[in-house]
């Protein structure tokens, strides 16, 4: 069975051809610029030369039919009909209270998308424009959507109720919602697989450290608390995302700065986080790079990982313990010495990092030391296959 999988957002549509026999990624690409003059397809098959095609892109429909087009091009393709596309997974980021877990996509989950938009109104209308292009350009073929927060949907009302007026709650759902999920849940299987244990048995804190970043505590494999929030701006500091900052900041800052919701929103999401304090970069590499000597890109780092290593030390508080701690994404994956600063001073907790075992980048691997009471682990995420594998088991 081969799954397509398909990641829109509002101007762009990456895509996995992913062979689910032996999990193997057949083709893989991303149109970017869709809707702007100069949208451009990248377009991938292992083993073979990249190929870029420059066309112009009006909207998702047209996008995705380049890709189809190119997925069967006797020269560029990955296979010969469309028809040995069996399904089509889509990574959908919000699905509210409604989903708590991966559904096969009718009219009421369209519809049900739909009601979710005001909560995501910059993702859930370009998800939705991936499934009606598919919807036309592939009619018959199922398609199963994958919610960004859905795994988060197990945490108790004591972790995701903020302390507002409850009717804030009841009227327009404001409440912790979470994100990454489909990433924590990958990464929390494969690291119980990986030490040869069941996942029921396991306090996991999963850290997905990308440009976008969130911890999740997952107890017995049920995600009880995560840092992402009502919107991905809780939480960790980002790339350009503040995270926790007092909220009385945002009102004192719209005065003095003389600026507006729209202008307040793009501080505290674009110019934020390690860029906002660094002043370098957004980019951790760009960051390290220019750590030694910059006292601010230093900083920078400092306060990513204090704030990392807090939540680390609060999840296990909430969960009464911890037995494995995962590293994932970007950051999370290569960069072994924010995963040395993130451990350093949690050997209290039983965490012991061995500076060796953790001198790797992008693979699976326990970096902890042998007789460290607490598994230190680098698990390398893959949402897409997490989508496809849903996918897979959903139209079984
Ligand atoms: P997203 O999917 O949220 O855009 P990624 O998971 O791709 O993010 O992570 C991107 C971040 O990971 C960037 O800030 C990048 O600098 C960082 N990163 C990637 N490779 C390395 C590395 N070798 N060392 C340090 N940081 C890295």
Not at 139 to 162: C, E, L, N, R
Not at 259 to 281: E, P
């Amino acid at each position: 069975m081969n799954v397509l999988v398909i990641n829109c957002g509002s101007s762009s549509l990456k895509y996995q051809l992913i062979n689910m026999s032996d999990e193997s990624v057949l083709a893989k690409g991303l149109v970017e610029r869709i809707g702007i003059e100069g949208s451009v397809l990248k377009h991938e098959v292992p083993g073979m030369e990249k190929v870029i095609i420059e066309k112009d892109m009006p909207d998702h429909k047209v996008a995705l039919s380049l890709v189809i087009d190119t997925l069967v091009d006797e020269k560029h393709g990955a296979i010969k009909d469309m028809k040995e596309i069996s399904a089509v997974g889509h990574r959908i980021v919000h699905g509210g209270e409604k989903f708590s877990a991966s559904v096969v996509i009718d009219d009421e989950v369209i519809k049900a998308i739909e009601d979710c938009i005001e909560l995501a109104p910059l993702h859930n209308p370009a998800n939705l424009m991936g499934i009606n292009a598919c919807k036309e350009l592939m009619p018959g073929t199922p398609m199963v959507g994958v919610f960004d927060t859905a795994f988060h949907q197990t945490m108790p009302k004591s972790s995701y109720i903020y302390p507002l007026p409850y009717e804030l709650y009841e009227k327009y759902g404001i409440r912790k919602y979470g994100f990454h999920g489909t990433s924590h849940r990958y990464v929390s299987q494969k690291a119980a697989d990986f030490l040869g244990k069941k996942l029921e048995d396991l306090k996991i804190i999963t850290c997905h450290l990308g440009n976008g970043a969130s911890l999740a505590a997952i107890d017995g494999g049920k995600s009880i608390d995560t840092s992402m929030g009502f919107t991905p701006l809780e939480g960790l500091v980002m790339g350009t995302r503040c995270g926790d900052i007092d909220p009385a900041i945002v009102t004192f800052i719209m005065e003095k700065e003389n600026l507006d919701i729209a202008g307040v929103n793009n501080l505290l999401n674009k110019k934020s986080g390690v860029l906002g304090i660094s002043g370098v970069s957004s980019d951790f590499r760009d960051i390290e790079n220019a750590a030694e000597g910059n006292e601010r890109a230093q900083l920078a780092l400092d306060v990513f990982n204090k704030r990392v290593k807090k939540y680390i030390g609060a999840y296990a508080a909430e969960m009464g313990g911890v037995d494995v701690i995962v590293f994932t994404a970007g950051l999370g994956e290569n960069s072994a010495s924010n995963r040395e600063e993130i451990c350093k001073g949690l050997e209290f907790m039983g965490v012991k990092v061995d500076p060796e075992k953790n001198n790797i980048r992008g693979k699976d691997a326990i970096v902890s030391t042998d007789d460290s009471k607490v598994k230190v682990l680098v698990i390398p995420t893959n949402e897409e296959l997490m989508i496809a594998k849903d996918t897979q088991e959903l139209l079984k």
